[in-house]
């Protein structure tokens, strides 16, 4: 058994252990058991990266077994390591870790404390199996365990018919752009003749019918699947169309929202996309369509992280914007200014996150930003964290949300997918991200305390060690993570280099950020004010259509939803069974006639026998 | 012989267990669901040695058993093997141990009777699958019905009267124009030949020409299609479903269904290679239709066991899909989607059953919240309806997987569009699952007993089994050129 | 003795059978019934006898002596039928006799 296979080994162990003993685990027991996995696979993953950065080899590959094979193409159950899938399985199970220790001490007395675990257990087990995979449809395995894994945390208060309902959305919206990535993938295995991932990107190259266009008009091979993966990588990560479900997906426990709704498992679509980069270079259309619609919805998401109320909800519409980033830099071909800021965006998103749940327990399950207020004084050590955290978020120079946002935003300019306009694109979102950012500093730590004075903080998170320890790590590396450097150059083609670009791009994308917190000072005033004990959410039509995503989920509403459901209670009773049941009804019909005629009297047998003799006779004369 | 012996036994012991219900011998009571627990556990075994130990190459069909029947016909007693029918009876003799293990409380009438039905059933199946004569297989294809609709109609729910008429008819009309064709092979035979031959071997190679072939293709076409279920011929199935007891469900759904699947494959595709080509086309977008319409109807469904009856019309199109795709990746597709629909399907109705011995109701609204007293149930339950919506690890995800990349080889925009039975699927699945054990609990019920723990346990160990190495199956199709 | 033409005989042989039938049909008591029915079984007798003169054969009237055979053992079981029928039923009222309604 090598380290690699055993990578994901442990926290499936312990998920087994946590799901067939259940409730009959001690906290302590259940919570040794899965930290103490995930701390086995962070150690493990440490020691891979290690080796690969020592090793001459770029990779490091391990077979187990043949899953199945499609024809000539053999798809394995292997695993496969090179430096972009160890950035990813360092965030997993670092950030992993950190957070299953936050999460044992946070949810320590719910009644399902164990099969809280054993579902975060076996997210990370789908998650490392996604990041590891060979192959594409072992990294379609994964990506529908981490799908299934979502669901069911974010539905794990099942009671509440919200959670479910937000639960449902979420693994169904998601779905369908699985879909489009599994046509993608019966797509490229048509044309390519293989789901390999590595052959994938070296026949997408070197295939010479692949990106070639059969007619004139008609777009290539390479083009749809390039297209139809973007599909499923838009499902996964929340971008434009299919973005509605991340903020219902809140729902879920905090801890969920940190590990699976910000830091690792939207982030799948992005790798996707990175790691299919072979595909997506031969169609630069997609690219394009990629970068434009990461940048589109890092603005709407922008606009409508500011009309929140739910100090979770403005996260999860920033972290969508953060993927927006993202997906801007692979558009842009800055592959690896993407995946740099995907793993500083874990390490922070996970940072505020978590720090927001510290406070939301602490106000005992108060989210509404509106009923907080003046929390500097009263949680100084959550506060100085959710500081860093934001700071990280807006790009403040020399945190690592800094460097990697810079190198995003210093690629896009001379990028020959993206361009001028998306890097306008993205210096105004990096504006509403620092206004949005300041609106919910303000409103939750600054300006007067406006939850009741009396309330008693509960403190049971305060006094945990343990718990302040992992959201220090967070913090520490949500501020020199981006010290960091990650050498991509082996697996991600190179980036256009900007230095031909002006030189005025630096300093207005560095002083954007200060410019939206300047704005913020002074526009959100009251916020930060000390003297106004109560605010009222603004009611404007204007604010809550934004506050409700847009109008996204309406627009769904109406031309999906409701119809789907209408056609289906329309023909409720099955249109061919009608038809068939109709033979029986004209059959039934005839037997009614015909029985009517038996009506058992003598007379009128012999009278009809008797007139119908007679017809007989005249029809046999004339 | 061993063959003969499994059925002969199988319907003996039904016999037995008919006989010895309820009467003392030798100071104990016999109880009908011992003998026939009994009886299929060792004709399993029997079956499953004596193929492993046979010295025959099972890779193409290999006659086991020759006894003239019907001389001045020429009609024989002649049972074959290949890995298709020993993979079907396979599984048919493991649902039988699950559909008694189902029954076990909940038949109390006539329970001899019952039991006789049931075996009488599995040794009809049995026959289906291994019958290389075709007036045997029509005969094993009727011996097949009768206990069935007996079951449907004695021991069924409510509406079990229509349910079992409505069964019995679709399948009786559709079978007399597989008799039809089979008459009018025997007759083009003895045209070509010059003696009468009912054997499937020596149909093989009749040369018909173009439009004879397609209508006798169309006669069997349409008995296996009403059987599968493809739509438009699918409206019996939900009914006999519904009423059905449970382990009716699990039988229809189970095995029955595959029946049709077996003779597409075996007989259709097989002795009309030309027609059905030609005849592909439609039988694509019946399946795709069926794929589509059968997930869309599912999620429309307030009845527990109606909706996964849907959801097998669904799953069944991907058979009919993939069959007509006439591709290697696509033929191992539909194995192991047979295999596994068998196994999850079966696993379903099982459930249903559980749970219609706690609160006597199908009605999905009277469920809800049930993970909070039974969690056990509750995850079993996950995992079958993630089986039904094709989550990657379990069997029917490499079945429709492999059937749809094979497919999309020949059939691209009908792919696509079977695609959205994915969706589909999911839908149904949140559905079915959230419905029953998420939301708030309106009852409590007990969780799993022992005996329904080792049927659900054992169903979901051959899912993810055969999900993570399906190679298990799967080897024995390699190379198989249809 | 004059000769009567063959179509008033069968004139009148087909009155009587017309006057049979209806009274089969119309009539509700099964005595009557029985009673029409003689009707009509004489009926047919005159219509023999009627061929048989004009064809200057017996066969006609060996026919018509087969018929009152015939009739004879008829009206027995339909009298014991009758009987029973009263002891049953308390009634000779045919329609009370629907057993065989579909």
């Known amino acids: 058994m090598n380290l690699l296979a055993s990578l994901p080994l442990y926290p499936l162990l312990s998920f087994l252990v946590l799901i067939s003993f259940g409730k009959r685990l001690s906290w302590a027991v259940a919570s040794w058991l899965s930290v103490g996995a995930m701390g086995l696979s962070a150690l493990c993953s440490m020691l891979l990266v290690a080796q690969l950065s020592t090793s001459e080899v770029n990779v490091i590959t391990s077979h187990l077994w043949q899953w199945f094979s499609v024809g000539s193409a053999k798809v394995n159950v292997s695993f496969y390591l090179d430096a972009l899938s160890a950035v990813m399985i360092l965030v997993v199970t670092g950030v992993g870790f950190l957070i299953h220790l936050f999460a044992a001490i946070y949810m320590k007395s719910d009644e399902n404390f164990t099969r809280f675990m054993a579902y975060m257990n076996l997210f990370i087990v789908a998650m490392l199996v996604l990041v590891l995979a060979d192959n594409l449809v072992l990294l379609y395995l994964g990506w529908e365990g981490v799908g299934l894994c979502s669901f069911l945390l974010i539905g794990f208060w099942y009671q509440e018919k919200n959670n479910v309902l937000a639960a449902r959305k979420a693994f169904i919206v998601t779905r369908i752009g699985d879909t489009a990535m599994a046509i993608g993938l019966f797509l490229l295995f048509k044309s390519l003749s293989s789901l390999n991932i590595v052959e994938i990107n070296q026949l997408a190259q070197t295939s010479e019918t692949f990106s070639l266009s059969i007619a004139n008009n008609e777009a290539s091979d390479a083009y749809w699947a390039a297209l139809l993966l973007l599909g499923g990588a838009v499902g996964k990560s929340a971008q434009l169309p299919l973005q509605t479900w991340l903020p219902d997906a809140m729902a879920g426990p905090t801890p969920v929202s940190a590990l699976i709704h910000a830091a690792t498992m939207v982030t799948a679509g992005v790798y996707l996309i990175a790691r299919m980069n072979g595909v997506f270079i031969m169609a630069p259309e997609v690219m394009t369509y990629v970068a434009w619609l990461g940048a589109i919805t890092l603005l709407l998401a922008g606009v409508a992280a500011l009309a929140q109320t739910d100090i979770k909800r403005v996260l999860a519409y920033s972290t969508m914007s953060q993927i927006g980033y993202m997906m801007l830099a692979l558009g842009a071909g800055a592959w690896s200014a993407g995946v740099f800021h995907l793993m500083t965006h874990a390490f922070f998103k996970a940072l505020l996150f978590l720090t927001a749940g510290a406070v939301i327990l602490a106000l005992h399950h108060q989210q509404n930003l509106f009923k907080m207020g003046g929390l500097l004084k009263k949680l100084p050590f959550e506060s100085a964290l959710f500081f860093i955290g934001l700071a990280c978020l807006v790009a403040l120079p020399g945190t690592s949300g800094f460097f990697s946002k810079e190198a995003i935003i210093a690629s896009l300019w001379l990028s020959p997918t993206a361009g001028a306009s998306l890097w306008w694109c993205a210096i105004l979102g990096a504006l509403l991200t620092s206004i949005y950012s300041c609106r919910l500093f303000f409103l939750a730590f600054l300006g007067e305390q406006r939850f009741p004075k009396d309330l008693v903080i509960s403190d049971h998170l305060e006094t945990n060690h343990l718990l302040r320890g992992a959201l220090v790590v967070l913090a520490l590396l949500s501020l020199f993570g981006g010290l960091f450097t990650i050498d991509l150059s082996t697996v991600l083609p190179l980036s256009n280099e900007s230095e031909l670009s002006p030189g005025w791009l630096h300093a207005v994308a560095i002083i954007t950020p200060f410019i939206g917190i300047a704005f913020s000072w002074f526009y959100f005033k009251r916020y930060r004010s000390r003297d106004i004990i109560s605010l009222n959410e603004s009611q404007s039509s204007w604010l809550v259509f934004c506050r409700n995503g847009l109008g996204f989920d309406v627009i769904y509403r109406f031309l999906l939803v409701k119809p789907y459901c209408f056609i289906t209670q329309l023909n409720r009773r099955d249109l061919f069974d009608q038809l068939i049941m109709l033979s029986a009804w004209y059959v039934e019909i005839w037997r009614d006639v015909l029985s009517a005629s038996q009506n058992g009297r003598l007379r009128w047998f012999a009278g009809t026998f008797g007139l119908s003799l007679v017809g007989l006779i005249l029809v046999v004369i004339l | ?482 | 003795m004059t000769d009567i033409p063959l179509a008033h005989v069968l004139i009148l042989s087909s009155l009587l059978f017309t006057i049979g039938f209806v009274g089969v049909v119309v009539r509700k008591n099964t005595l009557f019934m029985l009673m029409s029915l003689e009707v009509m079984l004489n009926a047919v007798g005159v219509a023999f006898i009627g061929a048989g003169s004009v064809w200057q054969e017996a066969d006609g009237q060996i026919m018509f002596m087969l018929i009152l055979t015939l009739a004879a053992a008829e009206v027995a079981v339909g009298l014991a039928l009758l009987i029973r029928m009263q002891r049953r039923y308390r009634t000779l009222d045919i329609d009370v006799l629907s057993k065989m309604k579909g």
């Open chain 2, 1 to 482: 012989m061993m063959l003969t012996f499994v059925i002969l036994g199988l319907l003996l012991s039904g016999s037995l267990a008919w006989y010895s219900d309820d009467k003392p011998f030798f100071g104990v009571r016999f109880q009908a669901k011992w003998v026939a627990l009994v009886a299929v556990i060792i004709f399993s075994l029997i079956f499953v040695f004596s193929v492993y130990l046979s010295p025959l190459n099972f890779q193409t069909l290999q006659t086991i058993a020759h006894v003239s029947w019907i001389n001045s016909l020429n009609i024989n007693y002649t049972l074959a093997l290949d890995h298709l029918s020993i993979t079907l009876i396979m599984l048919t003799l493991f649902l039988a141990l699950i559909c008694i293990l189902v029954s076990w409380d909940e038949i109390q009438e006539k329970s001899g009777f019952y039991y006789f039905n049931l075996l009488a059933t599995f040794a009809g199946i049995i026959g289906v699958f291994s019958a290389v004569d075709m007036f045997l297989f029509f005969f094993f294809w009727e011996v097949m019905l009768l206990p069935m609709t007996a079951l449907i109609a004695i021991w069924g729910h409510e509406k079990r009267y229509f349910a079992a008429i409505k069964f019995f008819i679709f399948t009786q009309v559709s079978s007399l124009l597989m008799l039809v064709a089979i008459i009018a092979m025997a007759y083009i035979h003895q045209q070509q030949v010059g003696d009468l031959s009912f054997s499937y071997q020596d149909w093989l190679s009749l040369e018909l020409n173009n439009e004879l072939a397609l209508y006798l293709m169309l006669g069997f076409f349409i008995a296996f299609a009403v059987k599968l279920p493809s739509v438009p011929f699918h409206s019996w199935l939900p009914d006999a479903h519904t009423q059905a007891p449970t382990a009716g469900s699990v039988l229809l759904a189970g095995v029955l269904l595959k029946t049709g699947a077996y003779g597409l494959i075996r007989f259709v595709i097989q002795l009309f290679p030309q027609a059905s080509e030609n005849f592909a086309p439609i039988a694509v977008t019946l399946g795709v239709v069926s794929i589509l319409y059968g997930a869309k109807m599912a999620f429309a469904q307030t009845d527990f066991k109606r909706l996964v009856a849907y959801s097998s019309i669904s799953h069944m199109g991907f058979v009919m899909l993939a069959l007509f795709s006439f591709n290697e990746i696509a033929y191992q597709g539909v194995i192991v989607t047979i295999v596994a629909h068998g196994l999850s399907s079966a696993a379903l109705f099982s459930l249903a059953g559980m749970i219609y011995q706690r609160i006597h109701s199908r009605n999905l609204t009277d469920m809800g919240g049930f993970w909070q007293s039974a969690p056990r149930m509750g995850g079993f339950g996950l995992a079958f309806a993630a089986a039904a919506f094709g989550l990657p690890g379990l069997a029917n995800f490499v079945g429709e997987f492999l059937s749809l990349v094979g497919a999309y080889q020949v059939f691209p925009v009908m792919v696509i569009l079977a695609a959205f039975g994915l969706i589909g699927s999911a839908i149904y699945g949140m559905v079915l699952f959230q419905k029953t054990f998420q939301g708030s609990s309106l009852k409590t019920v007990p969780d799993l007993s022992c005996r329904e723990l080792i049927v659900s346990s054992s169903l979901l160990m051959l899912l993810v089994i055969l999900g993570l190495y399906p190679n298990l199956l799967l080897q024995y199709f390699r190379g198989v050129i249809l």
